[in-house]
């Protein structure tokens, strides 16, 4: 299940509807804790009112109408998975397999089904069994159907909210929030205006406007790290990051977005990209024509991406000449290759990682073990223009280096710390280390790099790194599509963040364009010390 609550504090003028007589605070308690979510009626001279008590701050909500019922489904439901659901009892007490843990983590809890469409429920704490509930008239009929009959002595023993909208001045009236309330009703209109009367609905489907709500729904949170992709996007993020390269077809370039443009940030060895000549750092103007000012990282990757043996045309600025040119790239299959390995001037050991994938601790250990010799006097690890990848990868990787119980990284998530340590797997040779650095060092190649810096297991030469400073999870829904969304901020050793900050090395050097002044420095270091 995904644990996702929103909570808004919102300070307002609050007035309260009824007011009733204090009680003895044990029995206020009693009170509060017995009824925590449940629906309850309230009979007050002969007027219906209904209430909702949130099971964790164990105050009630005014359901004043329809609209007040349809917007604490939408602000103060969990999130949970169809799998998750399927294990607690629906209304008739029929499930596959139920989970006691979870059912009674959940009793009182309004449920967002997030691969659903949308979804909500409600667990019955009264027989752990679970109902559907709809934003709807119908919706509110239902939980009508399950509150509780509740005297006004006993009801003032639970506090009224202070969030607006379910602190009414009174039952009959309704905010003026509420009556914006934007609904599932809202959004199907549109859905069926657009698909049935735009003039050019013959170009788009509902699906297509389904997945662009979702992508606009996602680009809402204005996180640059949160996005939603289509099934096809989706298959090829997993493939990327599990290693698998028989379905990537494209120039085997990695690109991001930075200031509304689109830059080249690393092309792979022996790729149609480093062929063609694209380099690092390239701005990415136009893609067969069509302009990519203000466009999105995965609109751009959809125009570059296609089929083995076709072409995509280029416009490219690069920087550093100060020159644009046209540059006609024939796709193919690529094969990633997550590490490259040699032998530099006989003696020192040569790793360059591309992507942090699910296999590379694996390739990492079979490429150290080609490349080191009782001649090998250092080893330097490439983590130039190195986007990140699986933290996982990152820890196993860092592992190599450290000693048991080192702190590798601390991963912060909603008011949790959990901390990853090394198990004493050290695998590389007691010589000295350097790990090579850039601006486009990001994520999970920060990871490694803070970790060995922390217990002086690698120097660091280079520029300062990119500074991405939190982790994401890719959620996969039924339809095959996907929510990557930030769940954590990841914290050195030392617990200070590197987000927008980055990791300075200790040695500096920038690139000059020409030749590999930092290799060169990275050498020099090895041999001498200094």
Not at 219 to 224: C, E, L, N, R, S
Not at 418 to 429: I, M
Not at 434 to 460: D, K, M, P, Q, R
């Amino acid at each position: 299940m995904m644990n996702r609550r929103f909570f808004f504090f919102i300070i307002g003028a609050f007035a309260a509807i009824l007011f009733f007589a204090g009680r003895p605070a044990l029995a206020d308690e009693l009170t509060r804790v017995r009824y925590a979510g449940s629906f309850l009626r309230q009979d007050y001279q002969g007027r219906l009112f209904y209430w909702y008590v949130d099971p964790v701050t164990q105050k009630r909500f005014a359901l004043s109408d329809t609209n007040a019922f349809a917007r604490l489904l939408r602000i103060h439901s969990v999130g949970i998975t169809t799998r998750n659901l399927n294990k607690i009892p629906d209304a008739t007490g029929s499930t596959a397999k139920s989970d006691a843990a979870l059912i009674q983590r959940m009793r009182g809890y309004l449920l967002l089904q997030v691969d659903g469409h949308g979804k909500t429920w409600y667990v019955n704490p009264l027989n752990d069994r679970r109902y559907a509930l709809e934003p709807t008239d119908a919706g509110f009929d239902v939980m009508k159907t399950l509150a509780l009959d509740m005297r006004d002595d006993r009801l003032g023993d639970i506090p009224v909210t202070l969030e607006n909208g379910f602190n009414l001045m009174s039952f009959g009236q309704t905010s003026a929030e509420d009556a914006d309330l934007v609904n599932d009703q809202t959004y199907d209109t549109m859905l069926n205006l657009l698909s049935q009367f735009h003039l050019h609905n013959d170009t788009f489907s509902r699906q297509d406007l389904f997945y662009a709500s979702l992508t606009g729904m996602a680009a809402g949170t204005h996180d640059p790290y949160t996005e939603f992709y289509t099934p096809k996007q989706n298959q090829r993020q997993k493939a990327v990051f599990q290693g698998d390269s028989s379905t990537i077809e494209g120039i085997g370039a990695y690109i991001q977005s930075k200031d509304k443009s689109i830059y080249v940030v690393s092309v792979i060895s022996g790729s149609p990209a480093e062929q063609a000549g694209l380099l690092p750092k390239d701005q990415i103007l136009a893609i067969d024509g069509q302009s990519t000012d203000g466009v999105s990282v995965d609109f751009a990757v959809s125009l570059i991406r296609g089929a083995a043996n076709t072409t995509v045309r280029l416009s490219i600025y690069r920087p550093s000449s100060g020159v644009t040119q046209e540059y006609v790239v024939t796709r193919r299959r690529i094969d990633i290759p997550t590490v490259d390995a040699s032998v530099l001037d006989n003696s020192i050991a040569y790793l360059k990682f591309s992507l942090f994938s699910a296999d590379l601790p694996g390739k990492f250990s079979d490429a150290l073990a080609k490349v080191v010799s009782s001649n090998t006097q250092g080893v330097i690890v490439d983590l130039r223009n190195n986007p990140g990848g699986l933290t996982q990868s990152a820890a196993l990787v860092a592992d190599l280096w450290l000693t048991s119980d080192q702190v590798i990284y601390t991963a912060r998530e909603r008011g949790t710390n959990t901390r990853y340590v090394a198990s004493d797997g050290r695998q590389v040779p007691l010589v000295p280390t350097v790990l090579l650095v850039n601006e486009e060092t990001a994520s999970a190649g920060e990871i490694l790099a803070s970790a060995l810096h922390e217990y002086h297991a690698a120097t660091i030469i280079g520029a300062r790194t990119y500074g991405k400073g939190t982790g994401q999870t890719l959620e996969t829904f039924e339809d095959g599509s996907g929510l990557k969304f930030t769940t954590f901020e990841w914290l050195p050793p030392d617990g200070q963040s590197i987000d927008g900050k980055g990791i300075t090395p200790d040695i500096a050097v920038q690139d000059t364009g020409s030749g590999d002044s930092q290799l060169d420095r990275a050498k020099q270091f090895i041999r001498f010390g200094f």
